[in-house]
C-alpha cells in the first residue's frame, strides 16, 4: 500500500512554544490530506481537511488560529500547534487519499505531542 | 450525514479461533468502506476495504463482507494470532466527502 510518513513521531516542548508537524505522501500524489487527533482509548477525531494550494477546512471547534495547516505541495501538509499548552498534548496523525485510486486513504504513524 | 456503529467495542477470542466486528452505517449512498488496524503508538493501517459493487472480499486470514440492504459490513478474522491484537476501525466514506469512522473494536487474542 501506499506510505504516509510523518516527523516527528515524539516531540516533548514547554508550554507557550510552537510545534511543527510534517506529513508526507511518498509514494503518491495525495490531492487531499486530512489531520485527526486521537485521545488515550478513543477513535480519530478530524481536525481539519487541505487540498492542495487552497486552505484548510476545519472541524467545527476546533481553532484555526491555534492549529496552523499547510498544504504547499501534493505530497508535503505541515501542522503548526501555535502556543501549546498541556491541553494540546494528544496523538495527531496525518492521512492522505490517493486522488488516483478512487478514495483510498493512508495514515501516517502518528506524532506524539506532550506538552510541560 | 453518515454515522458509522461498530460493535463489540471489545472482543476477546482464544488463539486460533475467529474474530468478527460489525458495523453499521446510515447513509445508503456510502460506497467505500475501508478497515484499518491501530496497534498500541501507531497509526492505522488499512488491512481491508470493499465497495459497494462487491459482496465479500477475503485477503489470507481476513475477510470484509456487505449487505448493502441492511447498510452492514463485517470483518473476519480466521485463525486469529496473538500478533493480530489491535484495535481495529471501520469507515464508511461516499466520494467527495469525509470518512466517518466507528468508535473502534479491541481486539485480544489470548494464547
Known amino acids: 500500500g501506499a506510505v504516509v510518513s510523518q516527523h516527528p513521531s515524539r516531540v516533548i516542548c514547554k508550554s507557550g512554544t510552537s510545534v511543527k508537524i510534517e506529513c508526507r505522501s511518498l509514494d503518491f500524489q495525495a490531492t487531499t490530506m486530512f489531520w485527526y487527533r486521537q485521545f488515550p482509548k478513543q477513535s480519530l477525531m478530524l481536525m481539519a481537511t487541505?487540498?492542495?494550494?487552497?486552505?484548510?477546512?476545519?472541524e467545527q471547534g476546533v481553532e484555526k488560529d491555534k492549529f496552523l495547516i499547510n498544504h504547499a505541495s501534493l505530497t508535503l501538509s505541515t501542522l503548526t500547534v501555535t502556543s501549546a499548552h498541556p491541553e494540546d498534548s494528544s496523538f495527531y496523525i496525518c492521512?492522505?487519499?490517493?486522488?488516483?485510486?478512487?478514495?483510498?486513504?493512508?495514515f501516517g504513524p502518528g506524532t506524539r505531542l506532550t506538552v510541560l | 450525514g453518515e454515522n458509522v456503529e461498530q460493535h463489540p467495542s471489545t472482543l476477546s477470542v482464544q488463539e486460533g479461533d475467529s474474530a468478527v466486528i460489525k458495523c453499521t452505517y446510515s447513509d445508503s449512498a456510502s460506497n467505500y468502506f475501508p478497515w484499518y488496524k491501530q496497534e498500541l503508538g501507531k497509526g492505522p493501517q488499512l488491512i481491508i476495504d470493499i465497495r459497494s459493487n462487491v459482496g465479500e472480499k477475503k485477503d489470507q486470514r481476513i475477510a470484509v463482507t456487505l449487505n448493502k440492504t441492511a447498510k452492514h459490513f463485517s470483518l473476519h478474522i480466521t485463525e486469529t494470532q496473538p500478533e493480530d491484537s489491535a484495535v481495529y476501525f471501520c469507515?464508511?466514506?461516499?466520494?467527495?466527502?469525509?470518512?466517518?469512522f466507528g468508535p473502534g473494536t479491541r481486539l485480544s487474542v489470548l494464547p
Open positions: 487541505s487540498n492542495e494550494g487552497s486552505k484548510a477546512t476545519y
Open positions: 492521512s492522505a487519499r490517493d486522488g488516483a485510486s478512487g478514495g483510498e486513504q493512508f
Open positions: 469507515a464508511a466514506f461516499l466520494y467527495g466527502q469525509n470518512f466517518v
